[in-house]
Nanobody, 115 residues
Framework: QVQLVQSGGGLVQAGGSLRLSCAAS????????MAWYRQLPGKQREWVAG???????NYVDFVKGRFTISRDNAKRTVYLQMNSLKPEDTGVYYC?????????WGQGTQVTVSS
């Protein structure tokens, strides 16, 4: 069983920054890919960014240049640094990993960007 515990998020004005954290319990964290998703109000959950065990990163187009995913294997933690936030980034953000073909999700973190 893998547990992902998220922290961070909150309320910020447009143009501001937030950092999300996701701490994992798995012993194989260092080789696992990790990802961040978000669910905007009234919409389906969508992939935002991913990072491989080797540290390669990918982003959805609408966050490129604004969001940065990173990981600290010693702390078994993945981060999402969000800069230049926009009101349309408002939603619930989730971290996710897949271990032995099973998906595990964090509990979700609310991000609210005011205009």
């Amino acid at each position: 069983q893998v547990q992902l515990v998220q922290s961070g998020g909150g309320l910020v004005q447009a143009g501001g920054s937030l950092r999300l954290s996701c701490a994992a319990s798995t012993n194989i964290f260092s080789i696992n890919g990790m990802a961040w998703y978000r669910q905007l109000p009234g919409k389906q959950r969508e992939w935002v960014a991913g990072i491989t065990g080797g540290g390669s990163t990918n982003y959805v187009d609408f966050v490129k240049g604004r969001f940065t995913i990173s990981r600290d294997n010693a702390k078994r933690t993945v981060y999402l640094q969000m800069n230049s936030l926009k009101p349309e980034d408002t939603g619930v953000y989730y971290c996710k990993t897949t271990v032995f073909a099973t998906n595990y999700w964090g509990q979700g973190t609310q991000v609210t960007v005011s205009s």
